[in-house]
């Protein structure tokens, strides 16, 4: 029993890693008024760069800088069309997302010929699993070998990295003065424009804050959690990302926790899979793969209590004349 629990925890750390990465850059985006549903496309088109890019180069971190930049690109284009010119936040996000599904499986049927797969990548293409010493030879010790051998030992660099964001992305909107901007920018773009700041430059460079961690996101996803690009890998993980957000009411400590309830979910869904339970019989694999699904309607649902959203978010700002 205490091995499962081990086994699912350690799980949960793997599957919230793409969802942490991607509601946090929601989280700067919408805290400075602009709705970020983009962000499934941008994971989905940082994970067909990371993974073309390391097949075709052999570094995977050029790789994870291709994902970044495609990121930041993708970031560009909504922020070039909801900020520079008003358009609506929502179908702009929409767009890009449909332009992502389309783009990375055209380019992988054109470039690899696989279906719009990448070709599967080796060890040297991939982030692979970090081993903190003496993992290896405390793994049989009674509760303190699980802990520190499987549930923290073994994870890959952007594993710890996503983690280790939360409170630099906590100090940089709570302690910084751009911080501070961007808080008032997403509340009340009106006074921030009257103290002579740039609403537009706020919300491009929350924009690309938020390129540069989707781009991270995806190229966890190819790169890291998997060994190659397939279509459609995001598989709706910045819409839960969303859902994160909300329930974490845009906090970077309770968006965390947000994302670690889904990926816990999903872990267990994982490990139901094929299992008989008392009185059921095998659950259906299709009624396991939908709970994440579920929890998010749910939640959103009302289940969370009152969520306020910032003030301006999803508002196109025009400067008053």
């Given at each position: 029993?205490?091995?499962?629990?081990?086994?699912?925890?350690?799980?949960?750390?793997?599957?919230?890693?793409?969802?942490?990465?991607?509601?946090?850059?929601?989280?700067?985006?919408?805290?400075?008024?602009?709705?970020?549903?983009?962000?499934?496309?941008?994971?989905?088109?940082?994970?067909?760069?990371?993974?073309?890019?390391?097949t075709?180069?052999?570094?995977?971190?050029?790789?994870?800088?291709?994902a970044?930049?495609?990121?930041?690109?993708?970031?560009?284009?909504?922020?070039?069309?909801?900020?520079?010119?008003?358009?609506?936040?929502?179908?702009?996000?929409?767009?890009?997302?449909?332009?992502?599904?389309?783009?990375?499986?055209?380019?992988?049927?054109y470039?690899?010929?696989?279906g719009?797969?990448?070709?599967?990548?080796?060890?040297?293409?991939?982030?692979?699993?970090?081993?903190?010493?003496?993992?290896?030879?405390?793994?049989?010790?009674?509760?303190?070998?699980?802990?520190?051998?499987?549930?923290?030992?073994?994870?890959?660099?952007?594993?710890?990295?996503a983690?280790?964001?939360?409170?630099?992305?906590?100090?940089?909107?709570?302690?910084?003065?751009?911080?501070?901007?961007?808080?008032?920018?997403?509340?009340?773009?009106?006074?921030?424009?009257t103290?002579?700041?740039?609403?537009?430059?706020?919300?491009?460079?929350?924009?690309?804050?938020a390129?540069?961690l989707?781009?991270?996101?995806?190229?966890?996803?190819?790169?890291?959690?998997?060994?190659?690009?397939?279509?459609?890998?995001?598989?709706?993980?910045?819409?839960?990302?969303?859902?994160?957000?909300?329930?974490?009411?845009?906090?970077?400590l309770?968006?965390?926790?947000g994302?670690?309830?889904?990926g816990?979910?999903?872990?267990?869904?994982?490990?139901l899979?094929?299992?008989?339970?008392?009185?059921v019989?095998?659950?259906?694999?299709?009624?396991?793969?939908?709970?994440p699904?579920?929890?998010?309607?749910?939640?959103?649902?009302?289940?969370?209590?009152?969520?306020?959203?910032?003030?301006?978010?999803?508002?196109p700002?025009?400067?008053?004349r």
């Open positions: 029993m205490y091995e499962n629990i081990i086994l699912i925890l350690d799980a949960t750390l793997r599957v919230s890693t793409p969802l942490l990465l991607a509601a946090m850059a929601g989280m700067f985006s919408e805290r400075s008024g602009v709705v970020n549903i983009a962000l499934e496309g941008k994971m989905l088109a940082a994970a067909f760069a990371a993974a073309a890019t390391a075709a180069t052999g570094s995977v971190w050029l790789g994870l800088l291709a970044i930049l495609v990121g930041i690109f993708m970031a560009l284009i909504h922020a070039f069309a909801s900020v520079t010119h008003n358009g609506d936040q929502v179908v702009s996000g929409v767009a890009i997302n449909i332009l992502a599904a389309g783009l990375t499986i055209t380019l992988g049927r470039w690899f010929g696989l719009g797969q990448t070709p599967t990548l080796t060890d040297d293409q991939r982030f692979n699993p970090i081993t903190f010493p003496f993992a290896d030879a405390l793994a049989d010790v009674p509760l303190i070998g699980g802990l520190y051998s499987t549930l923290l030992s073994g994870h890959n660099l952007l594993v710890y990295g983690f280790a964001l939360v409170p630099v992305c906590w100090w940089i909107l709570y302690r910084t003065r751009f911080g501070l901007r961007l808080r008032a920018v997403g509340e009340n773009p009106h006074a921030v424009d103290a002579g700041i740039s609403v537009a430059w706020l919300r491009y460079r929350a924009l690309i804050i390129g540069i989707c781009g991270i996101a995806g190229a966890y996803l190819s790169t890291g959690q998997n060994a190659g690009f397939v279509p459609n890998m995001s598989a709706g993980k910045g819409f839960i990302a969303l859902a994160a957000l909300i329930f974490g009411k845009w906090r970077p309770t968006v965390m926790l994302c670690l309830l889904f816990f979910l999903d872990a267990v869904a994982i490990r899979q094929g299992v008989s339970l008392p009185g019989g095998e659950v259906p694999v299709q009624a396991i793969e939908v709970l699904y579920i929890l998010t309607v749910l939640l959103l649902a009302g289940f969370i209590g009152r969520s306020v959203a910032p003030k301006s978010v999803g508002v700002y025009v400067k008053s």
